[in-house]
């Protein structure tokens, strides 16, 4: 385009505006810039015709400049931003835009190209920006992407002492500490290459020759072709934080030892220590309690509130008591706990010290368990006593039958209560029972065969098992096959339709011949009268000998169950000798 097509009033109106502005031809030519461009690139001559307006940029910038004019070309509008010192070689900064200047039929005749300058409004930012760094509590620097570091902050040299010439570049080596500064160089020049972000930390030497250790981070800042142009580091002084968590492992290597569960936690915070006696104790390793919070990880339950319990923790400073934890397995237990706050270097952190309870806490509920089945069972002894001393005294005429009669069945229940004891209740085997029974009835009871499947009942149905047994041979023994010298008796049992039940036959031979009786005595009522959901009885009088068809019920011998009572009887007897030695 020349000159002489741009109207007078469009370059009036150019000369009105604040930047710098070009008419360029197509061809990159400059055809006219406006009055107030000539003065802020400081041209003497305000024309510059005919001259390539790319050659007014440096060369490093050309690349940005060309693409700017081929977009605009291309009837789009193109820009970059960059620096340009003036003909006198003052320093500025430009944002630049280029734009085609269209014809008639549409298409780009020719390029406007604006200039703005920023240097002042860069130097503002970069002021406030500076300030910013210098007042930051970290050390920071710049590096381009070479690694050079070519700017620090204030903090920095307040900290090293060092001056600007001492340290641009890779002088920083000189504030590292003589046996880490290689391995620091070499990381940090291998993340140079591969443009990772770079972590690391090391010690660095202050102005007055101390050593402290700093983390440092870097960050590389990427061009739209990917390339690093920058590195932006930091680097943060960690030496209290280091000798804290130093303090903290050596108290926590002291309880390490311990046998005892001991952990440490920041209040209302993250496990920190975790000892070899949590990980026996809970089942959950180190690296799984780390870092997670207690309360969770251990499902404590307390009577209190946890955020109350924090508050009263903060405010009491100790703790002492019992919870219930959950291991990793799922079992519930019970802990007697001791917790202590400390602070260390600003931190609250519980000393937690646990204590496994739970066998203590089965043993006190075993133990009202045997209280309560005592008591219950006394009063169920008491009322059969009182029912076999009323049933007998109404069927006997004098004294001497009474006691003889009484004495027997005392005798029976005290051989079933025996082998009860020995169970601790929880129990009787039925060929004990049976042993007892007639060895107590009959003596040596050569003459009675037994067969069937040691099976184990239930502590109601062996008692009154035991008497129905001892009815039995009683009356066998006065009137039934065991009064002659050639009666036997055979008592069998097995598993009936139900596995739960056993089905048992008392049959005799040999004895005089049977007769059903003109009148019940109390045996035989009481016989007949032992029906109950776990057994049941009917008695038949066949000529050749009585017979009797037994149904009881079965239970499941409960090892568990008699070793707990088991402990609790020793805890008791244990109790009571501690007791009886106190008083003595």
Known sequence: MEQRLVAPEVVAFLDLLPDCVSIVSLDGAVQSVNAPGARLFDFDDAARRGEPWISWWPEEIRAHVEKALNEARAGRAGAFFGYCPTAKGVPKWWDVTVTPLRDAAGLPAALICVARDITRALREAETRLRALADNIPQLAWMADGSGFIFWYNKRWYEYTGTTPPEVLGWGWKRCHHPDHVERVTQKFSEHIRSGEVWEDTFPLKSASGEYRWFLSRAMPTRDEEGRITLWCGTNTDVTDARQATARLQRKARLIEMSHEAILAWELDGDIVTWNRGCEQLYGFSRSEALGARSHDLLRTRLVEDWDDFLAMLRRDRAWSGELIHTAKDGTEMWIDSRMEVVDIDGRSIVLETNRDVTDRHRA?????????????????????????????????????????????????????????????????????????????????????????????????????????????????????????ARGRVRLEWRRGDDPSRIVMFWKESGGPPTRPPRSRGFGATLIERSQLPQLSVRLSYPEDGVECRIEAETARENGEKLRLFKMARARAAQSLRNATSSIR
């Open 364 to 484: 006190d509920e075993t133990r009202e368990l045997l209280i309560a089945e005592l008591h219950h069972r006394v009063k169920n002894t008491l009322a059969i006593v009182q029912s076999l001393a009323k049933q007998t005294a109404r069927n006997v005429d004098d004294i001497d039958a009474f006691l003889d009669a009484f004495e027997g069945r005392l005798r029976a229940i005290a051989a079933a209560h025996g082998i009860l004891t020995e169970s601790d209740w929880s129990g009787a085997r039925l060929g004990d029972l049976i042993d007892a029974e007639l060895r107590g009835t009959l003596g040596d009871g050569s003459r009675v065969d037994v067969a069937g499947e040691n099976v184990f009942l239930a502590p109601q149905t062996a008692l009154h098992l035991a008497l129905v047994l001892h009815e039995l041979a009683v009356n066998a023994l006065k009137h039934g096959a065991l009064s002659t």
